[in-house]
């Protein structure tokens, strides 16, 4: 899903200049994450601890033999695939500050991030926190991947303001051929994060994936449909974004839902993605630089939202597989998906408002005027993406 699927999917959106930058963050994220998450971020995620958040009862995995299981499955199994999620969620924000922020601030405001927002979500609704305890919907990271990571790209993007160039010179994607062999990578790997998400080779995971991919068509055929009509030609750019906008929306209701309210969650993902992509950047000149809060943010908010809806029993062939324990209806259920909305989407903006202002004041956040017209290959890592051919 990281690599290669969004480093590729992101790198080749961006500028030759700065292609390079962008593998190099999702792949130093990726090693990065992997480290932490062993050390503590999976005990405090998912350790024993309370309400708000885990224990050090799995510090560097102790206590966890060949043998340990975590519910049906080894525990080092249920660890490393959890990793996949801490890992992909903080590279996920690198498109809302691509092309302009120091590669020493993205280590730096990561791994901050992922002990103050990531763990703590993480726990509140996946690791027998409260958001869970109350009947939360959220099968495979609605709130968890991707609410935070888009809250925290839209924060990013307005404190480091935009692009020198943004809405005057052409910032154009450099390579779509490498981003739709990305966006491949992800739709494929999708199965796994959603299918894997039921911890089991069952009816549940293989519902999960078929859900995920009548969204992610659906999205993509939608976004597809609307650019078709607004600008009269449709692009691969369109469609890809649309799969993705798809992905991210059905990923919270995936274990609860059933084909045909999967086909509504897609197309509504197509829809409200697409018009909150073109609202963020031509009516408020937000520089969300991939598009992180618009596809996946708002993706995230509409589809935890959804799951309230098309879980319901009693929509006919809309209708999914049943409320969470101790709820009964509807209202009962929305009521609950939206205070895991709101409580994610504050609780995200205020604490990443936060880390970036201490990173900004330690280190400095943005490279320079100068710095950032030669890009960020040359002055961050000496490199070039492609040779130049005398």
Request: one cysteine or more; aromatic letters at 10%.
């Amino acid at each position: 899903m990281t690599l290669p699927g969004l480093a590729m999917f992101y790198g080749g959106l961006v500028r030759t200049k700065n292609v390079l930058s962008v593998l190099m963050q999702c792949f130093a994220i990726a090693g990065m994450v992997s480290i932490l998450w062993l050390i503590a971020g999976y005990s405090l995620a998912f350790g024993e601890g309370n309400a708000w958040i885990g224990d050090f009862s799995r510090i560097l995995m102790s206590g966890v033999g060949k043998e340990t299981l975590s519910g049906d499955i080894p525990e080092s199994l249920f660890m490393l695939f959890q990793m996949t999620f801490a890992i992909i969620t903080p590279a996920l924000i690198v498109g809302g500050f691509a092309e302009r922020m120091r590669f020493s601030a993205m280590l730096l405001f990561s791994a901050i991030w992922l002990f103050l927002v990531y763990v703590p979500i993480t726990h509140w609704v996946w690791g027998g926190g409260w958001l869970g305890s109350m009947g939360l919907y959220d099968f495979a990271g609605g709130t968890v991947v991707h609410i935070t990571a888009g809250v925290a790209a839209l924060v990013a993007a307005m404190v480091m303001g935009p692009r020198r160039g943004f809405g005057t010179a052409s910032m154009m994607p450099h390579n779509m051929t490498m981003t739709i062999a990305g966006a491949g990578m992800l739709w494929v790997g999708w199965f796994g994060f959603n299918g894997g998400s039921a911890l089991a080779a069952d009816g549940s995971a293989s519902m999960a994936m078929l859900v995920t991919h009548i969204s992610a068509a659906t999205g993509a055929m939608t976004w597809l449909v609307r650019e078709w009509i607004k600008f009269g030609k449709p692009s691969a750019l369109g469609a890809v974004t649309g799969m993705v906008a798809g992905l991210g929306t059905i990923t919270p209701a995936s274990g609860f839902v059933g084909p045909a309210g999967a086909l509504v969650i897609g197309l509504l993902a197509g829809i409200i993605c697409f018009s909150a992509t073109n609202y963020l950047k031509q009516v408020l000149k937000i520089d969300d630089s991939l598009d992180v809060f618009p596809v996946h943010g708002i993706g995230g908010i509409l589809g935890t939202l959804l799951a309230g809806v098309f879980s319901s029993t009693s929509l006919g062939i809309f209708s999914g597989y049943g409320f969470a324990d101790g709820i009964t209806s509807m209202g009962g259920q929305l009521w609950v998906q939206f205070i895991g909305v709101v409580v994610t989407v504050v609780f995200t903006a205020v604490v990443t408002l936060g880390i970036l202002k201490l990173v900004d004041a330690l280190i400095g956040l943005r490279v320079n005027k100068e710095e950032e017209i030669e890009g960020l290959d040359i002055v961050l890592h000496e490199e070039r993406g492609y040779n130049e051919i005398s």
